[in-house]
């Protein structure tokens, strides 16, 4: 008999702080506050306080985080965005939907973020830098390069020392795609100091989808930033453009959070901290179990980087097998992702200028996300490493 091994559990870590969860229900109830007001604030505090930005501002997604940012950062309609396509798709949703045509910067080889040889190589060979506007223009399309948005994957930060530089050099603005890094830390050569995701950027994207490391019972996100500014007009474009009630500055959107997932996210993120902790002792624990498996490369973390493992994910060229069989153990595994952007179908006529993305595309054939989650236990993570090293043995 083989124990299930489910690929999350998210009712192991609600079932301690039940009481706590259904309190807030309560209150919603008895105030009938159920968008925006004190509970928002007060999440929307403790979050900044957390990531260690200025401003943190509570909207209705992750999507709505990264949408919001970019249109608040000045990024216009024809304008280019660079970013990776080895991400979800919100990440060019968002640039699309703000106006903007995203333009894909391959992947590194071990850590599966942003290729900063390769950002440099773009911005190079195909862009102009013209030092009386302080603009950047992409030669072949003549459009204007506006803003970076390096994805911070399965809770890694990207190297981001170096597209700091660059974006510096080029006049290029940073939106952190931080929806699956609440927590992870970089260490910064530069500033000789540790950074929080969220913080790096000119502003930063977060996701509550109740998978990630920090989830609420529905949809939330949160931009966080540093810049006065930029946190003003998140706060005039998740709320219809609205400066004061029934005063429109601009048109915005209806991106709002929720008072009730607001009080949930912040009774959760005073364990986020304990559970980051837990995912990195579950994760140093695989890889101390999967290591000798020939033919199995389990996840790089560098010297700069802390990770919160959003997502355990090993590389293996007999991925498409080994996920089955695991399935017939009664492990759930997981694909992120199957498909590089310019890969699927949403992206055929996407016209992409930067030639050949082959590290994106090798990634989404071989990569393999494995159960880890706060609450797993030995057992568990004993079988799924018995299970693997059974299949890379046999042949
Ligand atoms: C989850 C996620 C998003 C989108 O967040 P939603 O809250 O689902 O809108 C964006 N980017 C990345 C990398 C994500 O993992």
New binding site residues.
Partial sequence: MSEHVPFTDLSAQHREMEEELVSVFRNALATSQFIGGPMVEAFEQDFAAFCGSRYAVGVG??????RFALIAAGIKQGDLVLTVPY??I??TEAISQAGAAAEFIDIDERTYTMNVERLCGFLERECSFETATGTTIHRPTGRRVRAIVP?H?YGQTAAMDGISELAERYGLTIIE?A??AHGADYFSTRKNRWERAGTMGNAA?F???PG?NLGAMG???AVTTNDENIAAKVRALRDHGQGRKNYHEVEGYNGRLDAIQAGILKIKLRRLASWNGERRRLAHQYNEMLSSITGVATPYEPEWSRSVYHLYVIRTKRRDALQPFLAERNIATGLHYPLALHEQKAYRNLKSYNGSLPVSERAARELLSLPLFPGMTAGQQQHVADSIREFMSSR
């Fill in positions: 997604s992750g999507t709505d985080a990264l991400t979800f919100a990440t994805v994957l795609d929806c699956q994207a996701s509550f989808y990630k949809e939330a996100g």
